[in-house]
């Protein structure tokens, strides 16, 4: 949502408009992958310092095109984005640099109109939660809405099925291997009656891979899953006889009532 905001969705070589986030003069970039790792590289320095200090997801999105600045601006405002706020920090910049504009007041409206609609979400009740699960539970939800994007690993790119779950879980500092089918490798296999919420559902046959495991979810509890499939990303009904029919397994990384499988 971010490349399209930031050119279009064109054939520009610079796609993530990332020259200035790394530092180099005009015209540098001359391949696309370069723009979308320094893009990445970028976005993930403005999700961190958000985390720092508490903002909401929605500061991270106009600090891509404002500069992190903008985040400590919100930081002594409340801590909570808004369109006001981000008018403001636009004319406080244009005042102290003596330009005739600064950034997109409106950027956070403009990049999630590529998103979509966001979806209703069951959302858990984590009263009693472990800090590890309500951790990567709520950074999954951040991306509720998102659309699939084979081989995402990142919310400038979005997300694939594995990508979601490598991003989610090195919050906690678990580092998943990159396919669905190595994540399964690499997860303790379990029964559906030992199944729990932050345990994986793995699946087969959803698209010609060449191995068995072709996409994974993140049970959630009540029938559901969380998980990057071709509706894009959110809550998927376990339910529903598509998923059932493809049904390959299922997997723990972390036991979220303690201790960790694998």
Known sequence: AIMMQESGGTASLD????????GVPPNTITEPVYSIEGGDAHFEKVLAKRERLGVDFDTAIPSY????????????????????????FSEQQVA??????YGDPEYVAHVKRYIGTMRDGEVLDLANATADFQVV?????QFDGYPYTFGGMSPTT?????????????????NLPRTAQEQYNASQKITAEEL?????????????????VTHIGMYVGNGKMFDANGGGIGFTDLNNRYWQEHLYGYGRIVDFSGGEGG
Request: proline fraction near 3%; include cysteine; aromatic fraction near 16%.
């Open 196 to 212: 729990q919420p932050g345990d994986f559902i793995f699946f087969t046959g959803t698209y010609n891979a060449g191995r068995p």
């Open 158 to 174: 979005s997300f694939d099925c594995s990508g979601l779950m490598m991003w989610a879980f090195r919050k906690i500092g678990v």
């Open 15 to 22: 796609g993530m408009q990332a020259r200035e986030s790394i």
């Open 137 to 141: 539970y709520e950074t999954m939800l």
């Open 65 to 88: 095109n404002y500069g992190s600045g903008y985040m400590d601006f919100v930081a002594a405002n409340g801590g909570k984005h808004s369109a006001a706020l981000a008018q403001a």
């Open 96 to 101: 102290k640099l003596g330009w005739q504009s």
